[in-house]
């Protein structure tokens, strides 16, 4: 079995993590049994296997470009010019009104939607093409509907957006 870490907390359900350090963290409630935690983690070896391998690919990945003050101010002004009628062009497609709009210095996610349906971007995203910013836009505004990735969720995706695999797929490269 996989050595991990364990940490116990006020939480209702047990979850795996795999760290960039490639170690495995286990979140269990309190009053969960270690028997019960090792069947959890027994359970889900191929994906700790996966996980593994993914994080170590990371690890031995070029270092991210790292971009000057200018470069990144020319890109946040493009964020707040472009998004905000990308955003208004597909709120009104989907019958959504976020509540507020951020561009961020995000780097691990192109966009995110808070509980209150505010909605952020990162500058980052200015670095790929149109069609996989609209994307990123219809993906975040779909969470002010359905705050999971649910199969309602990604069929709203895929009513407004019905390529959004193929866009989906350009913010990979």
């Known amino acids: ?16 993590e795999v760290t960039p350090t490639l170690e495995v963290v286990v979140r269990a409630p309190r009053r969960c049994t270690q028997a019960q935690i090792d069947r959890f983690v027994a359970s889900h070896e191929d994906w700790i296997a996966k996980k593994l391998a993914v994080q170590e690919q990371r690890k031995n990945a070029p270092i ?33 009104t976020p509540t507020g709009f951020r561009v961020t210095g995000a780097q691990k996610r192109f966009g995110s939607c808070s509980g209150k349906n505010s909605l952020c971007f990162s500058w980052r995203l200015m670095l790929y093409p149109a069609e996989a910013v609209d994307y990123v836009v219809v993906h975040e505004l779909a969470h002010i509907r359905h705050h999971d990735h649910s199969k309602a969720f990604w069929a709203l995706v895929e ?15």
Request: glycine content about 2%.
């Open 64 to 96: 991210r470009r790292q971009y000057t003050p200018e470069q990144e101010e020319k890109l946040r002004r493009m964020a707040q010019l472009y998004l905000p009628t990308r955003i208004a062009y597909y709120s009104e497609i989907m019958g959504v």
């Open 159 to 173: 009513k407004t957006m019905p390529d959004y695999r193929t866009r989906q797929k350009m913010l990979k490269k």
């Open 1 to 16: 079995m996989t050595a991990y870490k364990l940490i116990r907390s006020d939480r209702k359900t047990l979850s795996l």
